[in-house]
Nanobody, 123 residues
């Protein structure tokens, strides 16, 4: 089992930036992919971005492409999500996830989840 802890959420004005962090511990060697999802009370959990732990290949959801950047620091077992040009519609709880399948955008393909961090973008 992999334990994940997110940090970095908060309140920001539209057009601003935030950086989220996710630190992994436990059986991290079994993880090939880490990703970010987000969820609001009205919508299903939405794929944001993911990164292959070995090699750093990335892929993004269409709604954040060009504005968000996912990265990782293998030495620190930490993944980041740099969010720029934030919009009110980016407001959500952001979750860090880890899994064994690269290329997927389906939440059920990720076996480990963090507790979530709130991001609120004011207009």
């Amino acid at each position: 089992q992999v334990q994940l802890v997110e940090s970095g959420g908060g309140l920001v004005q539209a057009g601003g930036s935030l950086r989220l962090s996710c630190t992994a511990s436990g059986r991290t060697l079994s993880t090939s992919t880490m990703g970010w999802f987000r969820q609001t009370p009205r919508l299903a959990r939405e794929f944001v971005a993911a990164i292959k732990w070995s090699g750093g290949i990335t892929y993004y959801g269409d709604s954040v492409k060009g504005r968000f950047t996912i990265s990782r620091d293998n030495a620190k077992n930490t993944m980041y999500l740099q969010m720029n040009s934030l919009k009110p519609e980016d407001t959500a709880v952001y979750y860090c996830a880890a899994g064994r399948q690269f290329g997927t955008r389906t939440p059920t393909d990720f076996g480990s989840w963090g507790q979530g961090t709130q991001v609120t973008v004011s207009s």
